[in-house]
């Protein structure tokens, strides 16, 4: 029982990515000019660093808003449903104060020189803050990524891509928090069309 729960809390977090992945407007990624050419290989311009934005302070008084000193996180494996792609972060605590994330924060995308790639999506409504727990398996805190990969538009053809994907890069409280893909494990985006990037922290209620 207490596996199957695990598991069916995974597969919700998933299936609402999927259903707000379908459902996403086609509105153009804000980009600055460039004047590399656009070809099969091509990147979106990249923008210059911006300052994070911080996010609200923590609801419940228990926990405070996460730091980047306060998680790590090591790259989990891909997946694919129903046209769409996604992955996942696990993330293990790094100091000894429990804190939360938000299951929706601010994401960017980092290429591979470091290019800032603005493909994430904002969450409408309130922030729900979610624990980031010390625990093994299922049991333990996630971040998941998923985009459409446009894989319902009939006649859907990309004319161009980004550079492989280096890291996603979490507006937390104090500044970034990095999250690494490893090299052999590095995602591509369409980038004309532009894909829509979901995100969403997902842990088991403690």
Known sequence: MRKTYRHSVRRRSIALLLVVAASACASPVTTTPTDEAAGPSATLPRLPPTPPRTPPAATTAALRPCVPNDVSGTFDHWGAAAGS??????????????????????????????????????????????????????????????????????????????????????????????????????????????????????GREP
């Open 85 to 202: 792609y996604g992955g996942s972060f696990r993330l293990v605590p790094s100091s000894g104060d429990r804190c939360a994330l938000p299951e929706h924060p601010v994401t960017s995308l980092i290429d591979e020189r470091g290019g800032r790639l603005l493909f994430v999506e904002s969450w409408p409504g309130a922030a729900r803050w979610v624990p980031v727990r010390a625990a093994a398996g299922d049991d333990a805190t996630f971040f998941m990524l998923l985009w459409s990969s446009h894989g319902g538009d009939p006649g859907y053809s990309c004319a161009s891509r980004t550079l492989p994907l280096a890291a996603v890069q979490i507006d937390a409280a104090g500044g970034p928090m990095t999250l690494e893909f490893p090299v052999a494990s590095r995602p591509t985006l369409c980038a004309e069309p532009p894909e829509h990037v979901f995100v969403q922290v997902v």
